[in-house]
């Protein structure tokens, strides 16, 4: 297949991750603590609403469910990338905002080509791993822009890098694994089985956090602060909309992408969604330095250069 056509798809998805994102930091931003969601309940929000859509696409166009070996990829990719991933990625972009977070997680696209090279057998050439230099330059330079509040701020910050990087990490690991689980699988089942894994690990994972809470004799509430935001349906339609954006429309695109190119590459591509919000952040309430500007231009340098050597 023509590369252009999943080149383009993944842009799309960046592009509409990018936006959905700053959907998302203004509901994670809601001044009522009672009312306020968390990130593991705004990422589960967001998985169920994306895999209640595409299981009625599945039931109206069809499509054969994946082989036990592709199961096993796909549950473990939306297990590492949906539900821990992207809950990480939420924690973040509520400390430290969506440029640092998306610009930090760009390092999910060495992660993705390194473990691509270790499991899948793709090649690293010298220009790949100068670039994925590039990306970690870039990176820096935006953690190191000085937010202009506090000091509680900056701890905040720094709480929020730490996550960011360890979403990279998990993102750049799911995009490996959904990118082995998807060859030869048809796109809407692969992306319903990636979603449900994604759904139902949020859920164990917050049901192990409540045992370890109970056995130690700590309160836990893990589980249901899981579907707090059920209880209040202002808080529902916003998150509603932005898993709209972020998930509904952005999903397909990417799996298609994830399918068809190689790990590292669409990992490349997806990184890229720092340069759409840097223009419509503003617009949102986000305000950047001259580092968090270089920074992400600098980091899409790497990008590019990863990309040009595929």
């Not at 060495?110 to 090279?117: D, M």
């Not at 990306?135 to 890098?161: C, F, N, W």
């Not at 998150?239 to 709209?244: C, G, H, K, V």
Request: net charge positive; with cysteine; glycine share 14%.
């Amino acid at each position: 297949m023509n590369l252009e056509l999943p080149a383009i798809a993944a842009l799309f998805s960046a592009c509409t991750w990018g936006l959905g994102s700053l959907l998302f930091r203004r509901v994670l931003a809601e001044p009522d603590p009672a009312r306020r969601p968390g990130a593991a309940s705004a990422c589960m929000i967001k998985n169920v609403t994306a895999c209640t859509a595409f299981l009625g696409v599945w039931a109206i166009v069809g499509g054969a469910f994946p082989e036990p070996g592709s199961l096993t990829w796909l549950a473990w990719s939306g297990v590492i990338g949906f539900a821990i991933g992207d809950a990480l990625y939420f924690g973040a972009v509520a400390r430290c905002g969506v440029q640092v977070t998306g610009v930090v997680a760009q390092l999910n696209v060495p992660t993705a080509a390194i473990l691509s090279w270790a499991f899948l057998g793709e090649d690293l050439s010298a220009q790949e791993i100068g670039s994925m230099a590039l990306v970690l330059g870039g990176a820096t330079l935006v953690i190191l822009d000085k937010p202009k509040a506090e000091a509680e701020s900056i701890g905040l910050k720094r709480h929020g890098v730490y996550l960011a990087l360890s979403c990279a990490v998990c993102q750049g690991a799911g995009v490996m694994l959904g990118h082995g689980g998807m060859i030869g699988v048809e796109v809407v089942p692969g992306t319903v089985i990636r979603l449900f894994a994604g759904v139902v690990g949020a859920f164990v994972l917050a049901g192990i956090f409540d045992l370890g809470a109970r056995l130690g004799r700590r309160s836990g509430g893990e589980t249901a602060a899981l579907v707090r935001p059920l209880k209040h349906p202002e808080i529902m339609k916003r998150l509603l909309f932005a898993a709209l954006i972020a998930s509904v429309i952005n999903l397909l695109p990417y799996h298609f992408a994830v399918r068809e190119l190689r790990g590292g590459i669409s990992a490349v591509l997806f990184a890229t969604a720092p340069l759409f919000t840097l223009p419509l952040g503003p617009l949102f309430g986000e305000r950047h330095g001259w580092r968090a500007v270089a920074g992400t231009l600098v980091g899409f340098l790497g990008v590019a250069g990863i990309l040009s050597a595929a």
